[in-house]
Nanobody, 125 residues
Framework: QVQLVESGGGLVQTGGSLRLSCAVSGLAGSAYVMSWFRQAPGKGRDYVSSITWSGGAATYAASVKGRFTTSREKTQNAVYLQLNSLKPEDTSIYYC??????????????????WGQGTQVTVSS
């Protein structure tokens, strides 16, 4: 059973940085897409970024490209999301998600069966 546990959220000023971690366990092999989504109060769950567990280039939503960086470290069983140049509109709960296989649209949250509990990121102006 796949388990994902996020950590690293917090309160930061505009322009600041945070590093989110997602501890990963229970994967059956390496053919997984690991993604980050975020959800602001009263809004839907928005795509942030993806990377494959087997290794490869990360993909990003246009709103975060150039500011956020996704990486994975298999030896640590973790996926990371580095958030730089944060803006108040980045305030959300950030979720780690995993889907087995590479088919489908990686940016669609309904394609993921495995989710973490989320970690709150708040950016003050």
């Amino acid at each position: 059973q796949v388990q994902l546990v996020e950590s690293g959220g917090g309160l930061v000023q505009t322009g600041g940085s945070l590093r989110l971690s997602c501890a990963v366990s229970g994967l059956a092999g390496s053919a997984y897409v690991m993604s980050w989504f975020r959800q602001a109060p009263g809004k839907g769950r928005d795509y942030v970024s993806s990377i494959t567990w087997s290794g490869g280039a990360a993909t990003y939503a246009a709103s975060v490209k150039g500011r956020f960086t996704t990486s994975r470290e298999k030896t640590q069983n973790a996926v990371y999301l580095q958030l730089n140049s944060l803006k108040p509109e980045d305030t959300s709960i950030y979720y780690c998600a995993a889907k087995k296989g590479f088919a489908g649209t990686w940016s669609a949250p309904d394609g993921y069966d495995n989710w973490g509990q989320g970690t709150q990121v708040t950016v003050s102006s």
